[in-house]
């Protein structure tokens, strides 16, 4: 009798007779959702989501794989604390939530959500917790509802990227939007516009408007730089970054630029080009092109972000 209750003991669980609260399933779960957006987010082996709807979509997936194994692990954690914690009001939001990221992922709000970058950023967040959201709660209504929510999560994303989601209807509305982006002067840098639309425009838009109280334009302001002597200030910027509150076309920005240092000399020189001659900019007269010899020059003396900023108030701008 007494080997018999001991051995019914440790089938059980832990000898304490408490469930363990972490396994190796849960960590792996949690490990390889974590993998899964940061690869994602990075776009590590994944086409750039710039290109297509349906590279945006592939990202998607990843994002709702993460979510979803998240989900998962939490389910299992909760499960472990509380064996038998089973509820049916769980159903609601597993079925919801699928729903509201199927919603998320129609392709015509693409257009609208990529020239906003910080509603894009906080799409994606999301997509993650409605990945979490929708295993979590399938696995405490049941298990198996768990799984097959999570997994249909992520067949929809699939489907919408080589399927339903790749041929959206364009909204005249958001092409309008999208199509006030004045023409580059003749005289602008094509290289040096695809380096600002993938770095720059994330913060000064393609229109170079900037945003509002946000983000300084650079249209009509960058030749005012350089006009004040301000050649060597615009590299530094690019390179060392610029932190500290500067007035631009009587309204004041306060935002942090991080420094660049890592793209080319060349990408940063016809960078700068770009920017000194589109949306109706001009170098002034007499003023060079920038060349990648000169911005190599400017990486010689390290300077803080906030040294930067300094060498900014010794302009005597309009």
């Known amino acids: 009798m007494t080997r018999a209750r001991k051995t019914g003991a440790k089938k059980s669980g832990s000898p304490t007779g408490r469930p363990k609260p972490f396994t190796v399933v849960t960590v792996l779960f949690v490990l390889i959702g974590y993998f899964s957006i940061v690869v994602a987010w990075l776009h590590l082996g994944l086409p750039s989501p710039e290109h297509s709807i349906k590279d945006h979509h592939l990202q998607h ?11 998962i692990a939490l389910a299992r954690w909760l499960a472990n604390r509380r064996p038998g914690d089973r509820q049916g009001v769980w159903l609601v939001p597993a079925l919801l939530a699928p729903m509201a990221a199927m919603f998320l992922m129609w392709p015509s709000a693409y257009p609208y959500v990529e020239a ?40 929809m994303a699939w489907l919408a990227a080589f399927f339903f989601g790749v041929t959206p209807r364009q909204d005249p509305a958001v092409t309008a939007i999208l199509g006030a982006r004045p023409a580059p002067a003749p005289t602008a840098s094509v290289e040096g516009q695809k380096v600002f639309d993938q770095i720059c425009a ?9 945003l509002p109280g946000a983000f300084p334009p650079l249209a009509g302001h960058f030749p005012e730089l350089l006009e004040a002597g301000g050649r060597d200030y615009v590299k530094q910027v690019v390179l060392y970054g610029l932190q500290g509150a500067i007035l631009v076309g009587g309204q004041t920005y306060n935002s942090v630029m991080p420094p660049w240092q890592q793209l080319s000399d060349q990408e940063i020189a016809d960078a700068l080009n770009y920017a000194a001659t589109a949306w109706g900019n001009e170098l002034p007269d007499g003023a060079q092109p920038f060349e990648a010899s000169e911005v190599a020059a400017a990486r010689g003396p390290a300077l803080s972000a906030q040294q930067v900023y300094e060498a900014r108030g010794r302009l005597e701008l309009p």
């Open 61 to 71: 997936l990843w994002f709702l794989i993460g979510g979803g194994l998240w989900g």
């Open 202 to 210: 994330s913060c000064h838009m393609t229109t170079g408007a900037g």
């Open 116 to 155: 906003r970058p910080l509603l894009h950023s906080s799409m994606h967040a999301l997509f993650i917790g409605l990945g979490a959201l929708t295993t979590f709660a399938g696995y405490r209504y049941t298990r198996v509802v768990g799984w097959l929510l999570g997994g249909s999560l992520a067949v």
